[in-house]
């Protein structure tokens, strides 16, 4: 089986990217998804209750995703790491044996 390191690298910079562009997006759009109620009658508060309670459900998914791509990318380095590593080690040991 062949691993390159440096394509694993690449895979986690575009999840930092891809965690990085939502984190953006999440941010601009948070105003926006507050609303107040159009009224002072008890449907419009529930209303707003509503869509008020699936904002902070969308932000918090959101958040976690971001978690979730940001430690998928540290797992891929580490991986990486580990594989130029061992590779080296590899190296070493091949050229010291004796012919």
Do not use: C, W
Request: aromatic share 4%; proline share 4%; net charge negative.
């Amino acid at each position: 089986m062949h691993v390159d390191p440096q394509a694993l690298v690449a895979a986690a910079m575009e999840l930092e990217s891809a965690a990085t562009r939502l984190r953006g997006i999440v941010s601009t759009a948070q105003p926006t998804l507050r609303v107040l109620p159009a009224g002072s009658e008890e449907v419009s508060g529930s209303a707003a209750n509503y869509f008020n309670t699936i904002s902070g459900s969308l932000a918090s998914s959101t958040d976690r995703a971001i978690e979730e791509l940001t430690a998928a990318a540290a797992a891929l380095r580490k991986n990486a790491a580990a594989y130029e590593l061992e590779d080296q080690l590899t190296k070493s040991s091949l050229a010291a044996a004796p012919i």
